[in-house]
């Protein structure tokens, strides 16, 4: 029993708790600028269960979806569906119980943020299959990475807001640059097994590219700032991302896949200090 649990612990990556993180630090932002410092704390604790939920469905269906692949990439061959320390109804089981914890948080919410889950939903699922033929199959990620800005927005606001569009598409640029230096990490893994990724498809250009998308992403931020008249100790957040940026080109400039892998964990900092740059104004307040 013990050594089962361990294994489903090791599907939905607790020990690995930078994804769930990733996926956090921008929804707690979109709270805190589309409620002007002062989120429903209710909301809040549901998007917070939620994001791990849905990060853990997200971890075991990719790995479902992967298992004939992942057998055959060093990184991956120890991921527990193919070692067989979980089957894959049980993956599937697990899957169904995290979407169906997932859906009753969502009881107390609204109508726009239950229509607007459901079709998150469906870019999760569908994204893992995307790197079997698509290019770049970081835009379905970016996309699904995403998706709960839109989703803070229907619940704090009952509406789709331009700004909330904003820090979605804010989201969306700086997911496809750390994704585009973890699938650097593990490029030789994808090209001996035919998968596509953006550090695939970029090819020399990633390093660039990667700056590029994250350049993009702060000024998305910037202009929601502007738009929403934030405090100007905002733009301190985002001058530290800059410097925190120009650490991780060094880092994949000469794209080894240790330092690749070293530059997309440095993301975890990147999105909280974003978050740091939106609660401040409002702790100094206090």
Not at 147 to 159: P, T
Not at 192 to 210: E, R, V, W
Not at 223 to 234: D, G, N, Q, T, V
Request: aromatic share 14%.
């Amino acid at each position: 029993m013990t050594s089962k649990l361990i294994g489903l612990g090791k599907l939905i990556r607790l020990e690995k708790p930078i994804g769930t993180f990733l996926l956090l630090w921008p929804t707690l932002s979109a709270f805190m600028i589309l409620k002007d410092g002062s989120p429903t704390l209710k909301l809040v604790i549901i998007f917070c269960i939620g994001t791990f939920l849905m990060r853990s469905a997200g971890c075991v269906i990719n790995d479902f979806f992967d298992k004939d692949f992942d057998g055959k990439v060093e990184r991956t061959k120890e991921r527990p569906i193919v070692t067989g320390e979980v089957s894959s109804l049980e993956a599937m089981i697990l899957f169904f119980i995290l979407i169906s914890l997932s859906a009753f948080l969502l009881l107390w919410t609204n109508k726009l943020t239950i229509l607007i889950a459901s079709m998150g939903l469906l870019i999760a699922v569908f994204y893992p299959l995307t790197k079997r033929f698509f290019k770049v199959p970081q835009f379905f990620l970016g996309l699904a990475f995403s998706w709960g800005i839109l989703m803070v927005s229907a619940a704090e606001l009952d509406r789709i807001s331009s700004t909330s569009l904003i820090m979605f598409s804010a989201c969306f640029f700086w997911i496809l640059a750390y994704d585009t230096a973890y699938a650097m990490s593990d490029k030789e893994g994808d090209l001996s097994i035919g998968l596509n990724s953006s550090a695939i498809t970029f090819g020399k250009h990633s390093p660039t590219l990667i700056v590029v998308f994250h350049l993009i992403s702060l000024s998305l931020w910037s202009l929601c700032a502007l738009l929403e008249k934030m405090s100007p100790i905002f733009y301190l957040s985002i001058f530290v991302c800059l410097g925190l940026v120009f650490m991780q080109f060094l880092l994949v400039r000469n794209e080894e896949p240790e330092k690749c892998l070293k530059a997309f964990k440095q993301n975890n900092w990147i999105g909280f200090s974003i978050l740091v740059g939106t609660m401040l104004p409002y702790i100094i307040q206090m």
